[in-house]
Structures are given as structure tokens and as C-alpha cells.
């Protein structure tokens, strides 16, 4: 089984997915942002019945990824979730457990007031729509669309923070929420980097794959000492934005370490995509991300004092003192 903490500096009860719920986790991104994640206690929902309507209209802001302004719900809203898509994407279906990446306002149905957006904060929500990571009106209402839609959402409490609401939000347990959610992208399992292959000249370094189909790269290491400092050079350069030293980041990775080439992590192998604050992981990843764009792979090596130095992780089959090398795919930050 994989060690999803291997890489974190801190305990491992203290990651998580961030998204814009806790300000404390955000790596950061410190809001007063409560929703859409999960509430902490969340009993499983059955599911629900998805019907058209009422919606209320969306009066201002009505081009993909521009704020809206949406009106105050009429009458009583539906006890079924209501999902409209506002605008039709023709980018890749969204799945269940997919990596979300949107921008979204939500409201209160009975009186219109606004409690949370991202438009403002000027970065989309990064958020895994997975039960326990996201409420149950998002993850029922958006599985099944498609990148580049708009989607307008009525979520009763049931599907939402339930009969306990969100006191810090301002969410009772009788309100129904209103959501419109521009979804600019989605990451799975077999997500890669897409940039320009950038040469790999350097005999003294590890060469890394540069295919492009999900599958983990290969990484071979050459028989020569390791070098003494960080290094973090592209493989595929994106052309996405830069990744600082604060943000959160998404990516597909694989470790092996210099001294007998022997994989011990990879999100390959488990199938799964890893999120987390660059604050939290061992400094070789914090400095050798820091700077990089968005849809690139890139090689790290990083020298011990940076990684694990002689107190490598219990069960990580890492030795003490070994130098490591990764390649990172950097998907999406927030």
C-alpha cells in the first residue's frame, strides 16, 4: 500500500486537501472561504433524484468564467436536487473522483446573500469531487459534464451541509443552496504533462521518459555520483502559469533513488493523483517546484539535506543519506 505522507514534512494528520475550506491547510490561501467542501461529519446521503428546476436567473455575468449575479430563489425551492447547465463545454466528461478544477459563487435560496466566491479570490477552486471531499450536491450535480460548462445548481440541505448547516458561512440547516460552478478542468489517474520536450544533454543527470499517455515515465539513472546540490530541471516545459512557493499543487509523481535506480513511491502505481501545499513537503520539492509552470514535468534531485538525511521515513524502503530523484508532473495549482 502506498504512503500517501511520504513526501510531507509535517505529521501526516495534518494534510489535507485544502480546496477552500480551511484556512488553516491552505498552504497559504487564507480566506474566511467555507464551501463547497465537505462538512466534517458527513453521514452518506442517499442519492438524489437530479431535476430541472426552479433555478433562480443568473441576472448579470453571464459568460463563461465572468462573476454572476443570480437572483434571490422564488417560492420554495425543490427537495430534489435541481441542475441546470447553463452554458455546454465541449471539453473531457467529468468523472467521480476526478481532481476539479472551477470557478464558483454560492448563495443562500431564501434571501440571495452571497457566501462564498472564487471569482473574487481570483483562483478556481482545486478539489477532489469524491465523497468526504466535496458536499454531495456538487459531486452528484457535476459528475457527468463536460470541461468548459457552465453549471447552475439548487442543493437542499440534505446534499448539503445538512441539518447542522455552516454557522461560519451563515448556512442554516433548512437552507437550500444555490451554486453556479464554471468548470475549467479536470484531472484523473491518467493525467499527464503536456509541454515542450526540453533537451536532456546532460550525461551526469537522469534521463526521464517523455510520454505523454498516464503511464509513469521511466527514470534512468546513470552511474555516476550524485550531485551534491538541488536540482530541478524541465522535461516537458507548460506554459501555464508559474508555481509559488504558497500555492497548492496537483500532481503525478515518481521516486526512485540514485544509488540503485529501485521505484519507492509513485502516484502511478497507486492510481492516484496527490494534492498538497508546497509547505508541507521536504524542501526539495518546496525549492525545486518553486518557479516551475504549470504542465511540466519535471526532474528533481535532491541531495539528503533537502530530503529525508538520515532519518528517512519508517517503511519507505529509503535508505539513510540517499540521494532522490522524482519526476513530478505539476497539473494545476490554487
Known amino acids: 500500500m502506498r504512503r500517501r ?29 467555507v464551501s463547497p467542501s465537505a462538512p466534517q461529519q458527513q453521514s452518506a446521503a442517499p442519492s438524489p433524484k437530479i431535476v430541472d428546476g426552479p433555478l433562480p436567473a443568473i441576472t448579470a455575468g453571464t459568460k463563461f468564467g465572468e462573476k454572476p449575479t443570480v437572483a434571490k430563489g422564488e417560492g420554495e425551492p425543490s427537495k430534489d436536487l435541481a441542475v441546470r447547465t447553463v452554458i455546454a463545454g465541449n471539453g473531457k466528461t467529468v468523472a467521480e473522483n476526478d481532481y476539479l478544477q472551477a470557478n464558483y459563487l454560492g448563495q443562500i435560496w431564501a434571501t440571495g446573500k452571497v457566501f462564498d466566491n472564487s471569482y473574487d479570490r481570483k483562483t478556481p477552486l482545486l478539489i477532489q469531487l469524491s465523497q468526504g471531499r466535496i458536499i454531495d450536491g456538487w459531486r452528484y450535480g457535476l459528475t457527468g459534464k463536460k470541461v468548459g460548462s457552465r453549471v447552475e445548481m439548487a442543493v437542499p440541505p440534505t446534499w448539503g451541509y445538512g441539518k ?54 521511466s527514470i534512468e539513472v546513470p552511474k555516476t555520483d550524485p550531485p551534491k546540490k538541488l536540482v530541478a530541471n524541465y522535461i516537458l516545459e507548460g506554459d501555464g502559469d508559474e508555481v509559488a512557493a504558497e500555492n497548492t499543487v496537483l500532481v503525478q509523481y515518481k521516486g526512485v533513488q540514485w544509488d540503485t535506480g529501485k521505484e519507492f513511491d509513485s502516484s502511478y502505481a497507486a492510481k492516484q493523483l496527490v494534492s498538497f501545499p508546497l509547505a508541507q513537503v ?13 504542465g511540466s514535468r519535471v526532474l528533481i534531485v535532491i541531495p539528503p539535506e533537502l530530503g529525508y538525511g538520515d532519518q528517512p521515513p519508517q ?15 505539476i497539473l494545476a495549482k490554487m
Open 315 to 329: 517503511g519507505s524502503g529509503i535508505a539513510k543519506n540517499a540521494t532522490l530523484v522524482f519526476s513530478v508532473d
Open 5 to 33: 505522507s511520504l513526501l510531507i514534512a509535517l505529521p501526516a494528520g495534518m494534510v489535507t486537501l485544502a480546496a477552500c475550506g480551511d484556512d488553516k491547510d491552505s498552504g497559504g490561501e487564507a480566506s474566511e472561504s
Open 164 to 217: 447542522e448547516g455552516n454557522e461560519q458561512a451563515g448556512i442554516k440547516g433548512t437552507d437550500t443552496l444555490v451554486f453556479v460552478v464554471d468548470i475549467e478542468d479536470s484531472f484523473n489517474a491518467s493525467s499527464s504533462a503536456k509541454g515542450t520536450k526540453v533537451a536532456q544533454d546532460d550525461a551526469d543527470l537522469p534521463k526521464v521518459g517523455t510520454n505523454t499517455d498516464g503511464k509513469a515515465p
Open 282 to 294: 521536504v524542501k526539495g520539492w518546496s525549492q525545486g517546484l518553486t518557479g516551475k509552470k504549470v
